[in-house]
C-alpha cells in the first residue's frame, strides 16, 4: 500500500512495451510478406500465434486451484517471455529477411509473367474455346486475356482485337 505508486508507474511501462510491440510485430511481419502472398503467411501468422496461447493462463489456473500461492503462479508467466527470447536470438537479422522476402517477390513475379505468356500462346495456338472464364466459352477472336469473353460493347477491360 506504502509503494502503489510504483504500481501504476511499472503498469504504465508495461502497457506502453507491449502496445507497441504488437502494433509493430504486425507492421514488421506484413513488410516481410511477398506481395501476392498475404494472405498464405498471416493465417500462419495467425495460426502459430494462437498456437500455445492458451498454456499460460491454463497453467496458472491450474497452481491457482490446487492452492499454490499466487506469486509463484504469477512467476512463472515471465518464464514464457524468456523462452521466447532464446529462441528468437537464434533468428537471423532484418536486412536478411528483408532481402529474402525481396527475391521471394521477384521469384513469384517471374513464375506469375511465365505463366500467363504460356496461357497467352496456349490461347493463341488453340482456335477451339478459350478457357479462362469456365462459366463463359468463346472463340478466342472474341476474348481477353485477363477475364474470359467481353460481357458488352460497353465493358472498357483489357482485350486484344486479331
Known sequence: PERIWLVYVLS?????????????????????????????????????????????PILFTILNEQGVSMRIGFSLLPAFSFVSLFFSLFMG???????????????????????????????LSSNDVNTFDDSISCNVVGSDFDGGCRRSPAYKGPHMDF
Do not use: H
Not at 28 to 34: A, D, M, S, T, V
Not at 97 to 108: H, I, P
Open 12 to 56: 504504465g511501462i508495461w502497457g506502453c512495451a507491449f502496445g507497441c510491440f504488437y502494433s509493430t510485430q504486425r507492421v514488421l511481419f506484413c513488410k516481410l510478406i511477398p506481395s501476392g502472398k498475404q494472405f498464405e503467411f498471416m493465417g500462419f501468422f495467425a495460426f502459430f500465434g494462437n498456437l500455445l496461447s492458451w498454456l499460460p
Open 93 to 123: 537479422s532484418y536486412s536478411d529477411a528483408v532481402e529474402a522476402a525481396a527475391a521471394m517477390e521477384e521469384e513469384s513475379e517471374k513464375l506469375e509473367a511465365s505463366i500467363q505468356e504460356e496461357t497467352k500462346q496456349t490461347a
